[in-house]
């Protein structure tokens, strides 16, 4: 069966490829009608099914009937004994199924008896997807059978993956952190702003310099002719820095009015809004991440204080915090969101955000074994702006999908692999 989602997002010659799906042969295990859940096979019309909504697996006179049951407790292997189709004691016979997992993992279910039938010593974890191998003796009459059962598994060529910018890699440790997200603003650092004006009042003779231009402490920016004097004489930068604005143009008067202002802009204040609670939880020292709205651009810092006082109009406290500018990428004035780190926590096992998708009510990965994807079933712990913990579900090396997981979610669900609960 061909993909015909990767087919519409990559709009690739998929049949040049030879991308598709493996047919199935049907799914071992169906439950008892009513209850728990029931599997939809590509070919459910080829699975016979019991008095109990099982599967009905048939060897000369011997009829095994098996069925996943869940309603109440954990999922649990069930089966049902006939001869020549009439009902035998669970007694009669033994029973074990064998579960081949996709990676290499076997599950054993070995049968004993409960009430009217035979039940399983294991739970059958999810996904319920693997190869099945039944092996039954009834009063002396032994059987086999072997089918598949695969739910929530998909297989995509590699060049096709590759192209759709499905990436892999192996899950494991990592840091969760405690993150408050915030808004700022840039401000040029007190001390490095600089309001130039004339010493005294005359004729404006020369200008040297304009809007963006770089000076440094000293330079000339413009000749005033004094009116007192009539002698020429200069006005210089005080500080190194960018001219912001210029007020002066030759042949006006210079007065009291400024002429030029400039700032050092090689470092900016980012200035943090603090609601509530955050003022007392967010402490000087800690690393923030300025990340600008425009493009996304970050740089790391540390806050460097929380000032004393409370802004009357938005009742925020402001936390303050340095952040290099010498390559002029950061403008004053600009509104930036930040990000506090207020503490760290190293887990055993995490995947990033990115690998996460809702599949039926779970929360999920996808595995890659080969060309072969499958679903993984997780429980989570705490998380962050990036990654999450794993408390189960996966192993650490488990080569999961990190990126354009969507594509592998939308691929098994056009594969119509279905279980209903």
Known sequence: MRSPILIALLSLALVACGHHHDDELGHADADTRGHGHGHNDHAEEEVERGTHGGRLLRGGTLTVELAIYEEGVPPEYRAWLYRDGEPLPPQSGSLEVELSRL????????????GDHLVGNGMVYEPHSFDVTVRAEVEGQRAEWQFESHEGRTRIAAEIAEAAGIRVAAAGPGVIRDEHELQGLLTPIEGRHSRVGARFPGPIRSVTVGVGDRVQRGQTLATVESNVSLASYAVAAPIDGVVLARNAAVGEIA??????????LSALWVDVHLFGGDAQHITPGLPIEVIRMSDDVSAITRLERVLPVTATASQSTVGRAVLDNADGRWRPGAAVRARVTVSEHMVPLTVPLAALQRFRD???????????????????GRRDGLNVEVLEGLKPGDPIVVEQ?????????????????
């Open 362 to 380: 779970w929360d999920v990965v996808f595995i890659r074994v080969g060309e072969d994807y499958e679903i993984r079933p997780l429980q989570l």
């Open 103 to 114: 990676g290499g993992a076997t599950d054993t279910h070995r049968f004993a008896v409960r």
């Open 405 to 421: 997981s969507y594509l592998v979610k939308a691929d098994i669900e056009k594969a119509g692999a279905s279980h209903d609960h």
């Open 255 to 264: 007065g009291e009015a400024t002429l030029f202002e400039i700032a050092d």
